[in-house]
């Protein structure tokens, strides 16, 4: 039971397409007038193709003078706010694949390798092989901390790192055990809370059994990092082996732990110890999305039948939210639909997509290639939630009509949303969706489009 769920969690962490590549296949792609919605005049493989109501973003424009981030998002992998910059992976027009970032400022954005004349290749660039997994620093955003593969002549190490953009600095804060094929280690990030970064190593060990036979044994280890000193620290306590759930938020007195085994959010203090209960949810369902926001100090879940994912007619079309305040008590929200797939939140509003399933065709994993949101972005706005208005107004804010997709990561602020760029592929009968590794932004306001190409 344990193995299948560290599995489960790994594969939806380290989850990068496969299926990126440059074959065209549809010759019917509108691709006129393409350079006025990318940064640069860089030709690339891209199919882009654009909803009808969708324009080149000519100018980036605030809607306030707000553009510091209160709302933490816990889950989404690719697009991580720090102040006023939003860090997001993405690849470079020959396809090297790195971290940047867009100052929520100006809308530009950068790459963090920080030297304009660096061709970024292996030999010369340090910000090459960082991991998919980054966690910004709360107290300086122009600092992230990730993972890097580090490949030395005689073995292969993944090491913690410190990255100061601002100084073109990368310093290595812990280095783990070299990986050969029989021991090998995987790391999550969990969070940073007073000057520690904890994350859970799970080491990988093949032997022969004796008779011939190769065992694979996993032993998950939860452990920390001192910012400062590089202390790491392998911590003893009844949460190491995942079967708790995974801890993915601190604050000062409380961490928190999502078990989506077991259906639970619950809280600890530091010192493991002092269980509190805070949610449970339905067999069936999964937390779909969990998001901190800073200056209310409240969470927000969207649970959704895991049902709806990957079928036309679910059975099981569950899908709420629900908000913790600063004394852990849960309230389910108000919501204009009970079928909520997920969640995006704001300071303003709560984004959220409904299950209304289209298919595209047949998939060649087996079944149809379905986009369970029917590609459509609702909102409603906090004001209303809190005034406990009893009929809440659903405002379609996004349809992507069949041209673009919300399969990938996705980010809302202000009237911006950041999202990974995923086309339709049809070949040989068949039909699925390919993330192209682009990231784009949309103002879901002016309705402009526009990709966010690396130089
Ligand atoms: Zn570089």
């Known amino acids: 039971m344990k193995k299948i769920k560290i599995t489960a969690l790994l594969s939806a962490i380290l989850f990068v397409s496969t299926m990126i590549g440059c074959d065209h296949t549809d010759n019917t792609i509108d691709t006129d007038n393409l350079d006025k919605y990318i940064e640069s005049n860089h030709t690339t493989d891209i199919q882009y193709e ?42 470079t027009a020959d396809g090297t694949s790195m971290w940047a970032y867009i100052s929520m400022t100006t809308g530009e954005s950068h790459l963090v390798c920080p030297d304009p004349l660096c061709k970024h290749t292996a030999d010369t660039c340090q910000y090459l092989n960082f991991s998919m997994q980054i966690l910004v620093d709360e107290n300086d955003n122009t600092v992230f901390y990730t ?32 990986q050969t094929d029989r021991e090998y280690d995987q790391y999550i990030f969990n969070f940073i809370s007073k ?8 080491h990988y060990s093949k032997k022969d059994d004796g008779n011939g036979n190769m065992v694979r044994t996993e032993t998950p280890h939860f452990m920390y990092t001192d910012i400062i000193s590089g202390e790491t620290v392998i911590l003893d306590n009844l949460y190491i082996d995942l079967s708790h759930g995974e801890p993915r938020y601190a604050d000062e ?7 989506q085994h077991n259906k639970r959010f619950y809280a600890t203090d530091y010192n493991f110890e002092n269980e509190r209960d805070i949610l449970t949810f339905e067999a069936g369902c999964q937390v779909s999305n969990l998001y901190y926001d800073k200056k209310h100090k409240m969470f927000y879940l969207s649970i959704s039948a895991d ?74 706005s906090l004001d209303s939630i809190n005034s406990n208005e009893t009929m809440q107004v659903q405002e379609l804010v996004f349809d992507g009509e069949g041209k673009l ?16 760029y995923y086309t ?20 879901l306001k002016e309705k402009t489009i526009k990709w966010l190409i690396l130089q």
């Open 424 to 443: 339709l592929v049809k070949e040989g009968g068949m039909t699925w969706f390919r993330n192209m590794d682009k990231a784009i932004r949309i103002n």
């Open 195 to 202: 000057g520690k970064i904890y994350f859970t190593n799970i």
């Open 147 to 178: 993972l890097k593969t580090i490949t030395a002549p005689n073995a292969t190490y993944t090491a913690l790192c410190r990255v100061d953009t601002a100084n073109d600095m990368i310093k290595e804060l812990y280095r783990g055990n070299p």
């Open 253 to 259: 007195a409380y961490i928190y732990f999502l078990d």
């Open 307 to 380: 049902e709806m994912d990957n079928s036309m007619e679910a059975e099981n079309t569950t899908g709420y939210i629900c908000r913790i305040d600063e004394n852990l008590s849960c309230e389910k929200l108000n919501m204009p639909s009970n079928s909520i797939l997920k969640s995006y939140l704001t300071d303003d509003y709560i984004y959220y997509t409904v299950y209304d399933p289209i298919s595209y065709g047949t998939s060649p994993r087996g079944g149809s290639s379905i986009d369970a949101d029917g590609g459509k972005i609702y909102r409603v």
């Open 50 to 91: 654009i909803p009808s109501w969708l324009t080149p973003e000519e100018k980036y424009q605030l809607n306030n003078t707000v553009s510091e981030n209160n709302i933490v998002p816990i889950f989404t992998s690719n697009y991580k706010p720090a102040g006023d910059r939003l860090y997001y992976r993405s690849s």
């Open 405 to 420: 997709f919300l399969h990938g990561s996705c980010f809302i602020i202000n009237d911006y949303m950041y999202t990974d």
